[in-house]
């Protein structure tokens, strides 16, 4: 039976760190946010509803869309957001759906679904094992003014616009804390992965 391990944790927790360290593991991970990129170039199904939806505008010269515009249009409405995630989340989950069942068929051993939203969208369903990686929330805010240039306001409210970290934790089978080093962060990893019986 193969493992099915749902990745996330909160903006700046270290997720994207974690994501990596699996492939020193051989074991593949499907990346929601890389997906979506998938779903909205031009000729998907998801692309072709969008543009419907928000007109020609919001396309570049070469056709493909202008993210940062569609970003603010729907970052400043959230009728307007809530239109955009009911066409993108849908497309989103079915490629990652078809991604893992390949993964399945080949008799990978371990396949990790690696979604921020994974709480927020109600898709444990989707996975057999989570693995949160928690920071402290001055870590957060700190990585995130480093990271994005936010200020301490714009960081704030990005922390703010998803579930506590420390409530996602209480929902996980395995917390990760990602405010120690990198090697701290990989030991926890590789002990999580032998507890579950993945690695020897």
Not at 39 to 64: C, H, M, N, S, W
Not at 90 to 96: H, Q
Not at 179 to 184: D, E, R
Request: proline share 3%.
């Amino acid at each position: 039976m193969s493992m099915i391990i749902g990745l996330t944790g909160s903006i700046a927790t270290g997720k994207s760190t974690v994501s990596l360290m699996f492939d020193d593991f051989n074991i593949p991970v499907i990346d929601a946010d890389k997906v979506a990129r998938e779903v909205v170039k031009p000729g998907e199904l998801a692309y072709k509803q969008i543009v419907d939806q928000f007109g020609q505008q919001i396309l570049r010269a070469d056709k493909t869309l202008n993210r940062q515009m569609l970003g603010e249009i729907v970052f400043a409405d959230e009728a307007k957001r809530d239109q955009l995630n009911k066409i993108v989340h849908p497309a989103v989950r079915e490629k990652m759906i078809e991604k893992r069942d390949a993964y399945l068929q080949a008799k990978a051993p371990c396949v990790v679904l690696d979604i921020p939203l994974l709480y927020e969208n109600n898709l444990t369903h989707l996975v057999d094992k989570t693995i949160v990686v928690y920071a402290d929330e001055d870590v957060q805010l700190q990585r995130l003014m480093e990271r994005n240039e936010y200020t301490e306001q714009e960081a704030i409210q990005r922390i703010q616009a998803q579930i506590p970290v420390k409530e996602k934790a209480k929902k996980a089978d395995a917390v990760i804390d990602n405010n120690g080093s990198k090697y701290k962060t990989y030991k926890q990893l590789e002990k999580i992965l032998k507890s579950w019986g993945v690695i020897t």
